[in-house]
């Protein structure tokens, strides 16, 4: 069934942690010129990709599990402040996926709510110390137009993500 307003019924937000996906990677990379749908990414390159590492101000994050218990905790907090119907979310080691339906706003402002939210949890929970963004720029907002969708997104979110991670740190 098509939902016929001009309102998304949910979002499929994602964003990946810094340093993890850098220019010169061996999966590609997007940038501002090379950033259309379908459009094939830049090839790696390992000089591209030393370089970028030498420029990271911090080491790159990678999510234990007090990490991933801090930002579900501030999305969560945040969906229930706003009256956001969370729908699903997955903290991985790199990235964070998450369903949510946010009525008539923008997906820019719930992306970045929730990146605000996040980042300023795992400072209160003592997670990440550094003044800069735990965040690469941007994350991806696709609206979801239809229940089809919406359960789709669900289910990729909850069950095509890989194993559990656990409950553990190293």
Known sequence: MWNDTDT??????SFRTFGTWLHGDKRGSI?????????P??????KWLRYNQQQLKARPLILKAKHRKSIEMAIRK????RRWQ???INARTNHVHIVVSAGL???????NAFKANATRQL??????PHPLSPWADKGSKRR??????VAKAIDYVLKRQGNDLPNFDD
């Open 78 to 81: 945040t969906c229930e402040i």
């Open 31 to 39: 940038d501002r010129f090379n950033n259309r749908y379908r459009s």
């Open 8 to 13: 998304p019924l949910a979002y499929f937000i």
């Open 144 to 149: 979801l137009w239809n229940e089809r969708s």
């Open 123 to 128: 400072r209160q929970d003592e997670c990440w």
């Open 86 to 88: 969370l729908q699903a």
């Open 105 to 111: 706003k923008k997906p820019e402002i719930v992306l």
């Open 41 to 46: 990414y830049i090839p790696s390159s390992e």
